[in-house]
C-alpha cells in the first residue's frame, strides 16, 4: 500500500521559513515525479511545484517561484518543501501527491496534509 | 497558464436525480483532464483519469466525458456518501491547474 506522510508545518510568522517533509512507502521512490499541492482551507487546489524522479528537474507556480526550493532524497524516500520569505497567502494544507514518472499525469496518491499558518 | 472553470458552484440532488458538473479549459488540453472527489478533512481522491478512463475500485455510477475544453462530470443514482466537493485538474502543461471545485449535498 502506498503511503505519503506529511509533516513540517506549523506557525511561522511572516518573512519566516518552513521545511515540509514527505515520507513515501509502498512505492519505487526514486521512479515518481512528486508534487506538493496546496489548499486554504475550505478553498479550492494550487498546485505549488513538482520535482523529477532522478531529482534533476523542478518546476514551481509563479506564486511561489524564486521562495519555495523543492528537493528529495531517494535514499531516504523523502521529498522536502524548503519555504522562505513566507507570506499570509501561503496559509494552507500542503499536500504531497504523485502519480507516475511523468510530470503530466494524474495524482493517484495523496498524504494527508500538514498544516501551514504564517501570521503574526 | 490554463485556467479551469467548473459549474455550478454548488448542487443539491435527490438520490433519484443525476449530478452533472462540468469543466471549461481556457485553451485545449486534449484528454487530460482529471476529477476528484474531496469529504471534509479528507485528501482528494481519484475518481476519473485523462477524461474518462474509470478508476479501480471507484463505483461504476461516477463517469467523465468530453476533450479539447470540455469535460462533464456524471454521477448516476448518487448515494448519500457521494456528497463532497469535486475538482478538475489539468495535466497538459505546466503551471498544472484546478478547478474551483463544485460542492455537492445529497438531499
Known amino acids: 500500500e502506498v503511503q505519503l506522510l506529511e509533516s513540517g508545518g506549523g506557525l511561522v510568522q511572516p518573512g519566516g521559513s518552513l521545511r515540509l517533509s514527505c515520507a513515501a512507502s509502498?512505492?519505487?521512490?526514486?521512479?515518481?515525479?512528486m508534487n506538493w499541492v496546496r489548499q486554504v482551507p475550505g478553498k479550492g487546489l494550487e498546485w505549488v511545484s513538482a520535482i523529477s524522479g532522478s531529482g534533476d528537474s523542478t518546476y514551481y507556480a509563479d506564486s511561489v517561484k524564486g521562495r519555495f526550493t523543492i528537493s528529495r532524497d531517494n535514499s531516504k524516500n523523502t521529498l522536502y518543501l524548503q519555504m522562505n520569505s513566507l507570506r499570509a497567502e501561503d496559509t494552507a494544507l500542503y499536500y504531497c501527491a504523485t502519480g507516475s514518472s511523468s510530470w503530466y499525469t494524474t495524482y493517484f496518491y495523496w498524504g494527508q496534509g500538514t498544516l501551514v499558518t504564517v501570521s503574526s | 497558464e490554463i485556467v479551469l472553470t467548473q459549474s455550478p458552484d454548488f448542487q443539491s440532488v435527490t438520490p433519484k436525480e443525476k449530478v452533472t458538473i462540468t469543466c471549461r479549459a481556457s485553451q485545449s488540453i486534449g484528454s487530460n483532464l482529471h476529477w476528484y472527489q474531496q469529504k471534509p478533512d479528507q485528501s482528494p481522491k481519484l475518481l476519473i483519469k485523462y477524461a474518462s478512463q474509470s478508476i479501480s475500485g471507484v463505483p461504476s455510477r461516477f463517469s467523465g466525458s468530453g476533450s479539447g475544453t470540455d469535460f462533464t462530470l456524471t454521477i448516476n443514482s448518487p448515494e448519500a456518501e457521494d456528497a463532497a466537493t469535486y475538482h478538475c485538474h489539468q495535466s497538459s502543461s505546466l503551471p498544472f491547474t484546478f478547478g474551483p471545485g463544485t460542492k455537492v449535498d445529497i438531499k
Open positions: 509502498g512505492l519505487a521512490f526514486n521512479i515518481y515525479a
